[in-house]
Every structure is written in C-alpha cells, then in structure tokens.
Nanobody, 124 residues
C-alpha cells in the first residue's frame, strides 16, 4: 500500500486544517488507518485511528473533541479534520495503514505502511 498525505500548513491558534491521505496499491477497506505525529526531538505519537468501515474511531486524549477522523473507502482516502488547533499540535503528521482492521491500534509498530508526512505548524 502506498500512502500520500497532504493538507498541512501554517495556521494560527484556533484555526482549522483538514489533512488527507490517499491510498493506492491494495484494497483500502482491508486496512485500519491511523494518524500519528512527530515533533522535533520527540517520539512519534498516536493521534487517531479508524476501523476498516469507519464505525470504530479512536483518539489520543490530547486531541479528543478537537480532531475528527473519517474515511471514504470509495475514494481510498482517510481524513483528519483538526479544529481549535494549538501550538502544541505543531508536528509532522503521518498517515499509516495496519492489517489490524478494527482500528484500535495505537502503537506505531502495529502499522505496516506509512505516508511521507505533512507538516502542521500552529503559530501566531
């Protein structure tokens, strides 16, 4: 599976961004999908995950209530709507695919395929 993330940018605190991740190369609905982020000098951390059909959605406590993950299997895409952005959300954001299709996986090691990352910078 090849993944291509997009939609990052420079925004002010309180603004919104929508990240997209386009998949190709295999049956998209076979995979659970996740978003991770990594700030300079920090480990990659879980942000959100979604099950193969979209019915299961999981969030890190730090983004719960502000971020929404979704997927469109017809378009082979997963999205991350980010609202009320904070400076601490600044990081490179990565989409990833896992064979564990229930969407509950939070460890990077559980994900087999990764996109290239898209930078999100929240600053006034």
């Amino acid at each position: 599976v090849q993944l291509q993330a997009s939609g990052g940018g420079l925004v002010q605190p309180g603004d919104s961004l929508r990240l997209s991740c386009a998949a190709s190369g295999d049956t998209f609905s076979n995979y659970g999908m996740g978003w991770f982020r990594q700030a300079p000098g920090k480990e990659r951390e879980f942000v959100s995950a979604i099950s193969w059909g979209g019915g299961g959605r999981f969030y890190a406590d730090s983004v719960k209530g502000r971020f929404t993950i979704s997927r469109d299997n017809a378009k082979n895409s997963v999205y991350l709507q980010m609202n009320s952005l904070k400076p601490e959300d600044t990081a490179a954001y990565y989409c990833a695919a896992t064979i564990f299709a229930d969407g509950t996986r939070r460890r990077p090691n559980d994900y087999r395929y990764w996109g290239q990352g898209t930078q999100v910078t929240v600053s006034s």
